[in-house]
């Protein structure tokens, strides 16, 4: 049976070209970055290449960029780091109800430790206002995380103009964008868009699991989570991924070589399957439509059918999709982002996503809409007599 793997905010198949690159870190060039020696020397121009290629994508400068073990971490490093260097001048934190657990969580930590956070409404699209984030912005806030491009329904925020509010309003605020399903689908211009700090993983990307950056402005006052032997600055103690770390920053560069054809391919393939999955009777797409979504996610809700039940009977015909959020654990849990949209409890129990990569291609969503068009009136007959 064809595999048909929609299921990309989840994670990706790696690039054979950034496998094959790791390969040969890993067996030739396996030094550690920290050695004198020229083993060492050879994995720290892995390392330099890295922060190049990346630097390069992004405007800014390579010692900018933090290597961490993932997205996670990125989150946690950007928001507590900055929290514990910056609490003498303020102890509050804004956020959104559609984060990430690795942004909510770490905010609902700093909450037990004494900081105040503030949670932004959203929208019925999941639409941050960037008038709201001014008006959560004090005189003690220290930091604002609002992410890039939601995973569950893909929508895109106003990144620039919440940056524009947030400096405009407290120039001292940091601002903090989880970019990890932004980041390879959008172009993405920190200094430009006013962003102190910006997380990215390796795995969405099409690179290896267990690698990310974090990007962290000039002018950020950040302190190290991790205690040790003090590389990257003392920012993030542990020998660096150096195999991860290229391989990552060659998918990214694959990706980007081919930005502007890959997203209209990949706009055009949502709309197509929009239109053709919304015919079937009740069945919705939430978040935006067109160039205001993601040009990757697609989040269907299909009354009278619940999420897992659908899923394993895509699964039955190698069609690979995700109920609600999957990228957060595979222990049950509301979506916090479904629920701030305003989805009642049907509707949080009967949404899949799907969502593509580049190297998803129209035969793969015209079979998967085709299983849907088949599959849906079919399982609602169990659930409707
Ligand atoms: N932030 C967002 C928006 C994500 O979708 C994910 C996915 O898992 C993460 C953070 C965590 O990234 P990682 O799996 O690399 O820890």
């Known amino acids: 049976m064809r595999e048909i793997y929609l299921d990309n905010s989840a994670t990706t198949r790696c690039f054979p070209q950034a496998a094959e690159l790791m390969s040969r870190i890993y067996l030739e060039d396996y030094g550690n970055p920290s050695s004198m020696h020229h083993k060492g020397v050879q994995a720290e121009k892995h390392i330099r290449e890295a922060r190049k290629i990346l630097s390069g994508i992004l405007r800014v400068k390579p010692d900018n960029l933090i290597f961490t073990s993932c997205g996670t971490e990125g989150d946690n490093l950007a928001i507590i780091g900055c929290a514990m260097a910056g609490k003498r001048s303020g102890m509050h934190l804004v956020t959104t109800p559609i984060e990430h657990p690795a942004v909510l969580e770490t905010m609902r930590f700093l909450e037990s430790r004494g900081f105040e956070v503030t949670v932004l409404p959203v929208d019925r699209e999941g639409l941050v206002d960037p008038a709201d984030v001014s008006a959560a912005v004090r005189e003690d806030t220290i930091l604002v995380s609002v992410m890039h491009t939601n995973n569950e329904i893909g929508t895109v925020q106003p990144v620039a103009e919440i940056g524009e509010a947030i400096k405009k309003k407290n120039p001292r605020t940091l601002f903090h964008v989880d970019a990890v399903q932004g980041f390879g689908k959008a172009r993405i211009y920190p200094a430009r868009m006013k962003i102190d700090l910006l997380t990215v993983s ?14 962290v402005g000039d002018k950020v006052k950040i302190q190290n989570i991790l205690f040790g032997g003090g590389q990257q600055k003392g920012l993030r103690s542990g020998t660096e991924n150096v195999a991860g770390t290229a391989g990552m920053a060659l998918a990214a560069k694959m990706l980007y070589d081919s930005f502007d054809e890959d997203t209209e391919r990949l706009y055009s393939l949502r709309e197509d399957f929009i239109s053709r999955i919304t015919k079937i009777p ?48 595979n222990r049950p849990h509301v979506s916090s982002t479904l629920s701030a949209i305003g989805l009642g409890k049907d509707g949080l129990d009967s949404t899949v996503r799907i969502s593509m990569s580049v190297m998803t291609t129209k035969e793969d969503m015209e079979e998967a809409a085709a299983a849907m068009e088949e599959l849906i009136p079919f399982l609602r007959r169990y659930t409707r007599h």
């Open 202 to 215: 390796g795995h969405k990307i099409h690179g290896p699991k267990g690698v990310g950056f974090l990007y």
């Open 282 to 329: 009740e069945v919705s797409v939430n978040g935006r439509r067109g160039r205001e979504g993601a040009p990757h996610i697609i989040s269907v809700t299909v009354p009278g059918v619940r999420a897992e039940v659908l899923l394993h009977a895509l699964e039955d015909k190698g069609v690979y999709v995700s109920a609600g959020s999957a990228c957060a654990s």
